[in-house]
């Protein structure tokens, strides 16, 4: 069984950084797509970037630039990096692995 955990998230002012990490059990880390997704309240859940096997990325165009999506096979671990931060970032940012198995979210709130 696949568990994921998400850390990182908090408050941040607009133009700050956070770096979001998603730990993952199991041995199938490192043959599987990873990604990143987010919900802001009242809004659908959204992709924000992903990462193939390979480490092939792909970005929402909102968050091109500014993001940077990475993984550590050897951890077993992902990573998002924010970097420029705005206030419409803010959300509950998930990872998944393969679309099947999720974490349990951590909160970024962007605000002064």
């Known amino acids: 069984q696949v568990q994921l955990v998400e850390s990182g998230g908090g408050l941040v002012q607009p133009g700050g950084s956070l770096r979001l990490s998603c730990a993952a059990s199991g041995s199938i880390f490192r043959f599987s797509d990873m990604g990143w997704y987010r919900q802001a309240p009242g809004k659908q859940r959204e992709l924000v970037a992903s990462i193939t096997l390979s480490s092939s990325t792909n970005y929402a165009d909102s968050v091109k630039g500014r993001f940077t999506i990475s993984r550590d096979n050897a951890k077993n671990t992902m990573y998002l990096q924010m970097n420029s931060l705005k206030p419409e970032d803010t959300a509950v940012y998930y990872c998944?692995?393969?679309?099947?198995?999720w974490g349990q979210g951590t909160q970024v709130t962007v605000s002064s």
């Open positions: 998944t692995l393969r679309n099947i198995w």
